[in-house]
């Protein structure tokens, strides 16, 4: 199973360190056959609200924390102001746009 991708989305978890491990609760897991994962096996995919919100809070300190998602036929586009210029994003899905954004800004 170790080649097999699973996609658990909406649940709460609570990480929790065990045995000097830090490992993944899943609440009212008893229905599911997986209760808990060791962290290093998981990846944290953040919601496109979540990837809004961190690159608003990047730009905080710059005055002008806003972000603006234009779409189209063609995706969207991530734009905002950042040391005088604008700066912008462009992708097929508004979360990619964002994250690209977020990710400029992490690596400055």
Request: aromatic share 8%; hydrophobic share 45%.
């Amino acid at each position: 199973m170790d080649e097999r991708i699973f996609v658990i989305s909406e649940m709460l978890v609570t990480v929790e360190t065990v045995q000097g491990t830090p490992i993944i609760l899943f609440q009212g897991a008893s229905e599911w056959a997986l209760d808990t994962l060791v962290t290093k096996e998981s990846v944290w995919l953040p919601s496109e609200e979540q990837l809004r919100l961190a690159l608003e809070a990047a730009l905080i300190h710059t005055g002008r924390p806003e972000v603006l998602l234009s779409s189209g036929l063609s995706g969207c586009i991530c734009s905002f102001h950042h040391n005088g210029d604008i700066f912008q994003f462009e992708s097929v899905q508004a979360s990619e746009a964002y994250a690209a954004g977020l990710l400029f800004l992490l690596t400055k």
